[in-house]
């Protein structure tokens, strides 16, 4: 066989490799097509995790490959919890002096509830503490106070100080949580400073709610 000849079968070997690996041979190929809106992407079959070659939709697996066709939209998924988007917020940037000693004041409040149920209501308040003042801040409804106390001091110095608060609370339609802060020494220079605050409904007014939801606190926390 000449050397011409030789080089001749092999180009026609090369060539038909290619043209298997390219999708365009014949039977040598899956037949499985993606339809539109669909994706499809071959594997290889029988290898430990084999790595998917995305394919257009018109095109086929070579020999040897498995095809995995999958949806580019999937079903629409039931709807969530009913009331898992409830709730209200609020902000306030009005001073209010603390310096009537151990008397709580409203300082901050959300807007009113929109259906009755178990609501988490996160706050967080920012003060103004006199020198050797304490202040003590809880969360309320209808003056009626709920959850613990959070305190801070006595200062040594004048200072800003940050309260967060937290607590699920029973509301009813039209019921709007609030803080309600005081200080302990009747200092003027004392204040709420500012605030902000959210309620995210998380039961229905029939279950799920926190078993110290609205347990009432009647006196202050010792000052310490």
Not at 147 to 174: K, R
């Amino acid at each position: 066989m000449s050397t011409r000849r030789r080089l001749g079968l092999a180009a026609v070997t090369v060539t038909s490799a290619a043209l298997a690996i390219l999708g365009i041979g014949g039977g040598a190929l899956a037949s499985n097509v993606a339809a539109p809106g669909q994706i499809e992407a071959c594997y290889k079959t029988g290898a430990t995790l084999p790595p998917l070659t995305h394919i257009a939709t018109s095109g086929n697996c070579p020999t040897g490959n498995s095809t995995l066709i999958w949806n580019k939209v999937g079903p629409q998924g039931p709807p969530g919890p009913a009331g898992v988007s409830v709730g209200t917020s609020g902000t306030s940037g009005t001073s209010v002096l603390l310096n009537g000693a151990q008397v709580l004041v409203p300082v901050l409040s959300a807007a009113a509830a929109p259906t009755s149920g178990t609501y988490y209501v996160n706050a967080s308040v920012m003060l103004v503490v006199a020198q050797g003042d304490t202040v003590t801040c809880i969360l309320a409804v209808n003056g009626a106070t709920t959850g613990p106390f959070a305190t801070v001091g006595p200062v040594a110095n004048q200072t800003y100080e940050t309260i967060p608060l937290s607590e699920a609370v029973s509301l009813q339609a039209g019921q709007a949580p609030e803080v309600e802060c005081t200080g302990y020494t009747a200092n003027s220079a004392t204040s709420f400073y500012d605030g902000g605050m959210t309620s995210v409904l998380i039961g229905s007014a029939t279950g799920n709610s926190a078993a110290d939801a609205n347990a009432p606190h009647h006196a202050l926390p010792p000052r310490l």
